[in-house]
């Protein structure tokens, strides 16, 4: 753990030099940058030691748990910014482990809907809750009013970066 904060803070420093000459703006993005980083990480690690499972396995998993009737794979794709074959990788993996099932809508064997089965509702609730708890730790040496100030602070980032979206970002 301490290695990865000190690899953090050593981007930090090779990117702003001792004296952090850099732009704010530059810096508060690779601030977030290395801290979305170290929080990723770990998250990872937690869920592949907890459970055996990845964190697009568990995203995936998440959209499932949020539309009970299921989503396309192509919906799938977008809501977890993976690409459609790696869906149908991470679609295939689940059903074999019996936690997605595919099933076609009115018979249509165009349109492939995957579902979470009992098992999978069963399994994401317990990480989920493992999830929460694990960003709970992470975060619990910061005080909840600055959490909720970050929460706005970093909304207004979010704001002004989407009010600037070239439109390829929208492809």
Sequence with gaps: MAEMEAASADLEMIVHGPSGRNKPETRLWLRMLSTTKLITTEIRRRLRAEFGATLPQFDLMAQLYREKDGLRLGELSKRTMVTNGNVTGLVERLETDGLVKRVTPDRDRRVTVAQLTPLGVELFI????????WLRDIMSDVDPTT?????????????????????????
């Design 126 to 133: 317990a990480m989920a809750a493992a999830h929460e708890g």
């Design 147 to 171: 959490v909720d100030s970050l929460w706005a602070e970093i909304g207004e980032v979010k704001t002004s970066a989407s009010n600037h979206l070239s439109g390829a970002a929208f492809e």
